[in-house]
């Protein structure tokens, strides 16, 4: 993957060494189905030991624990399905994060196979256009959507109904996001690209997944915090499912891949807008309308309905302090002292990863069942609202102060220096 970094002695070396110009079109149709298989497999033999662990194996056949795996994996990449009649598309945000780590570590290595085909450094510098890793991550999806169509055949009941166009687009989503990125880096033109850019492009990218990344962690502390202090409802409901030791392990297993969701449901709810959990209700710091709820672990952390409590309204306050410590801190590693430039770099890099939240907080939520259970999540226009604004302002201000900090530095600096 340095072959096609900058520098003489890469640029000579990359023609000659034969691990980085592997057949391009076979390495990477192989990279994308080892990466859908990789996860099929886990999904697969995941069934199969909670079919054993259910009953022992009383009832059923190993295929139905095999079907089950294939249903689960197929729902990690939208399907959605049919049971007893019931619509479910929500996503188990935790199986398709999986998929997505597979899909980089096979990415990045198919990267590295084939970075040796196209021009140079040099030549990519000059302007010359390299299709290299266009070509390797078509192939890369032919390959893993390959897998996934022939999993939809072999899988797909009349009574289940999983959505093959749902499955060809989430496909080819992951594979132009996760996948695309990994091989650019894997093969060295992510680093030639990002040299090209403007220094204020790579601050503000660098403080959007900086202010992403913070707030999702603080969305996930405040979700622990939330079960934890109800814990013993979580518990009261595993116990009235009646589950022995095998149920309650598949259960508990299932309901970690939905984790992810229910941490982006609370960082809708930090931001304000909340999200409803069936039709007529609303989760959110000024309000809280509930219905009737399935007997489902994670929702002890649902606040009591009614009025909150006063302090809640505080809670708001977290999206904009968050992003503005995270623009500051990330303008620690790209200084400037011009007030633009520093302004421009913390809301830019705050309006991205607003945007970005909006974008998974639209797939977060979905039908989980009938009547009013068919509208559950965030709803994506007020997240995206909420969340530009907030990240917006934050970072804008975060900007200014580090902004400040370095022209203080970088005066007491000069006056300290000899003449």
């Known amino acids: 993957m340095t072959s096609l970094l900058p520098g003489p002695a890469a640029a000579t070396a990359a023609p000659l060494d034969a691990r980085h110009r592997r057949p391009l ?28 662990l259910a009953d022992a194996g009383a009832h059923g056949a190993p295929r139905d624990g095999l079907r089950v795996g294939a249903f689960a ?21 935790g199986l ?39 070509v390797a991550t078509a192939c890369f999806a032919a390959g893993y959507v390959a897998v ?19 499955v060809l687009l989430w496909c080819l989503l992951l594979c132009a996001t ?32 900086r202010v992403l990344g913070w707030y999702l962690a603080v969305a996930a502390v405040a979700f622990l915090a939330a079960l934890v202090v109800d814990f013993g409802t979580a518990v009261n409901v595993m116990s009235r499912l009646h589950t022995d030791a095998g149920d309650a392990t598949v ?28 039709i007529g209700t609303l989760v959110s710091p000024a309000v809280v309308q509930l219905g009737p709820l399935p007997m489902f672990p994670l929702l002890a952390a649902l606040p009591d309905s009614g009025t ?4 809640t309204a505080y809670l708001l306050g977290l999206g904009p302090l968050v992003a503005a410590l995270a ?25 991205l990863a607003g945007i970005v939240l909006a974008l998974l907080a639209a797939v977060s939520g979905g039908a989980v069942g009938p009547g009013r259970m068919r509208a559950v999540g965030p709803d994506t226009v007020d997240v995206l609202v909420h969340a530009v604004t907030a990240f917006g302002i934050g970072g804008l201000v975060g900007g200014l102060l580090m902004t400040g900090w370095q022209r203080r530095a970088a005066r007491r600096a000069s006056l300290d220096s000899p003449a």
Not at 122 to 131: K, L, N, T, V
Not at 308 to 311: E, H, I, T
């Open 25 to 52: 079109v076979l390495v990477a149709v192989l990279g994308g189905a080892a990466a859908a298989l990789s996860t099929l497999v886990v999904c697969l033999a995941a069934g199969v030991v909670g079919w054993f």
């Open 73 to 93: 994996w197929l729902l990690a990449h939208g399907s959605g399905l049919h049971v007893s009649g019931v619509t479910v598309t929500v996503v188990p945000l």
């Open 96 to 134: 398709t994060a999986l998929a997505a780590w597979a899909i980089w570590r096979l990415g990045h290595r198919v990267g590295d196979s084939v970075s040796g085909h196209g021009p140079d450094a040099d030549r990519i510098a000059d302007g010359e256009r390299d299709w290299t890793v266009a």
């Open 148 to 166: 996934a169509l022939v999993t939809l055949r072999l899988a797909d009941t009349p009574a289940t109904g999983p959505s093959a166009p749902r």
């Open 178 to 209: 996760s996948g695309l990125a990994s091989i650019a880096v894997g093969s060295g033109r992510a680093a030639i690209w990002t040299a090209l850019l403007p220094a204020g492009a790579r601050a503000a990218a660098a403080t959007c997944l």
């Open 251 to 278: 259960y508990v297993v299932a309901t970690a891949t939905v984790v992810p969701n229910a941490v982006l449901f609370s960082a809708s709810y930090l931001l304000g807008p909340g999200f409803t959990v069936g």
């Open 308 to 311: 909150p409590p006063a302090w």
């Open 327 to 351: 623009a500051a801190w990330s303008q620690r590693r790209l200084p400037t002292q011009r007030w633009e430039e520093g302004m421009l770099r913390g809301c830019a890099g705050g309006v």
